[in-house]
Nanobody
Framework: QVQLVESGGGLVQAGGSLRLSCAAS????????VGWFRQAPEKEREFVAA????????NYADSVKGRFTISRDIAKNTVYLQMNSLKPEDTAVYYC?????WGQGTQVTVSS
């Protein structure tokens, strides 16, 4: 089992930026894909971005391409989600995921 702890959420105005962090512990991540998902009120959880821990290849939802960047720091066992040009529709709880393991989530609120 992997323990995941997200941080970095908050309240920001439209057009602003935030950087989310996901610190992982409990297992070597070398063979894993780490993903970010989000869930807005009364909506289903949706995929945002993912990164291959070993090779660093990335994948993004169409709604965030060109605005969000996922990266990892192998030494710190941490994955980041840099979010720029934020929109009110980005408001959600953001979750980090590896396999069947999820973090507790961090709230991102974008005001118009």
């Amino acid at each position: 089992q992997v323990q995941l702890v997200e941080s970095g959420g908050g309240l920001v105005q439209a057009g602003g930026s935030l950087r989310l962090s996901c610190a992982a512990s409990g297992r070597t991540l070398s063979t894993y894909v780490v993903g970010w998902f989000r869930q807005a009120p009364e909506k289903e959880r949706e995929f945002v971005a993912a990164i291959s821990w070993s090779g660093g290849s990335t994948n993004y939802a169409d709604s965030v391409k060109g605005r969000f960047t996922i990266s990892r720091d192998i030494a710190k066992n941490t994955v980041y989600l840099q979010m720029n040009s934020l929109k009110p529709e980005d408001t959600a709880v953001y979750y980090c995921n590896i396999g069947v393991d999820w973090g507790q989530g961090t709230q991102v609120t974008v005001s118009s």
